[in-house]
């Protein structure tokens, strides 16, 4: 039997699910591209918090995106800095007050719904999720933003080398915390 019907109505669930956080993140003061901008802040490692990564990221253009930074910046909820390894970019950051921001994530009301689902197996929903994100990244020739620790450059240090990891492609060393974070440069390994 075809798995379409069944994947067409999970298309539809995810996209009305979708449309329900939206609204509710436009009622929270920020727009839909400002919250993802907090949110990617939030989970990108320190090589990959650049207004260019980020325009990367959401599939859009940097001058979209520099609204959207803007506004978060009169907010008070980013900062940027001149980047340290390239003197025509810069890196952007939370501040407390992102973070506080985050703290109100939308998307956690729809994570909260998840988890209070009666529904049993949600490691299996995240990676059918994951594969099927595989393949939109695929199809658009998208970057894949993947975690560090499953990149095919990241080098787990032995315990006689100080530091947790290194960046085999960046030569930087890597701590437990960047280990989890999503970065512009990862390839599967
Ligand atoms: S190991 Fe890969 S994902 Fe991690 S910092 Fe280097 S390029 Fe990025």
């Not at 930087?172 to 390994?189: F, G, R, T």
Request: overall charge positive; hydrophobic content about 40%.
């Amino acid at each position: 039997m075809s798995k379409m019907p069944l994947a067409i109505e999970a298309a539809q669930l995810i996209d009305r699910l979708d449309r329900f956080t939206r609204s509710d993140e436009v009622r929270h003061g920020l727009s839909p591209a400002q919250w993802e901008a907090l949110r990617y802040l939030s989970r990108a490692n320190r090589f990959s918090r650049t207004p260019a990564a980020l325009a990367d990221y959401l599939g859009t253009t940097r001058g979209t995106v520099s609204q959207s930074l803007i506004s978060l910046e009169e907010k008070g909820h980013i900062a940027r800095t001149q980047s340290s390894r390239d003197k025509r970019s810069v890196d952007l950051s939370l501040t407390s007050q992102g973070h506080a921001a985050l703290a109100e994530d939308p998307l956690v009301r729809l994570a909260a719904d998840i988890a209070a689902s009666r529904s049993a197996d949600l490691a299996s929903v995240v990676t059918l999720l994951r594969d099927a994100l595989v393949r939109a990244v695929a199809r658009n020739g998208a970057k894949p933003f993947g975690v560090c620790r499953t990149c095919r450059h990241f080098e787990a240090t032995s315990r006689s080398q100080c530091g947790y990891a290194r960046c085999a492609l960046l030569g930087e060393p890597l701590s437990k915390d960047d280990s989890l974070a999503i970065c512009a440069e990862q390839e599967l390994a």
